[in-house]
């Protein structure tokens, strides 16, 4: 299973970014699916996760700002991320669950100026 996350960039505070995540190399549908982040200096932390039931949550950091939800296609999930701030600067993992195994995308830099 191999995951690609796409739509980082730069973009100034307030600004929004969406970002991607397709799963290839399965046809088994998830369990979990998740944004995490880690800035420079600092552990990842977790952003968001969806379920194969579409129950979403949040850290305390992103709520209210950032939107998960399943893509189109199979397999993929996104991260609406509306009024960015400096402070989510950060290269984003997506990682995806099932029956216990956790695969994880390379990451993409997202960078938020003020």
């Known amino acids: 299973v191999q995951l690609q996350a796409s739509g980082g960039g730069l973009v100034q505070a307030g600004g929004s970014l969406r970002l991607s995540c397709a799963a290839s190399?399965?046809?088994?549908?998830?369990?979990?699916m998740g944004w995490y982040r880690q800035a420079p200096g600092k552990q990842r932390e977790l952003v968001a996760t969806i379920t194969a039931g579409d129950s979403t949550s949040y850290s305390d950091s992103v709520k209210g700002r950032f939107t998960i939800s399943r893509g189109t296609a199979q397999n993929t999930v996104t991260l609406q991320m509306n009024s960015l701030k400096a402070e989510d600067t950060a290269v984003y993992y997506c990682?995806?669950?099932?029956?216990?195994?956790?695969?994880w995308g390379r990451g993409t830099l997202v960078t938020v100026s003020s």
């Open positions: 190399g399965t046809t088994n549908p998830f369990n979990v």
């Open positions: 990682k995806r669950s099932y029956r216990g195994r956790n695969y």
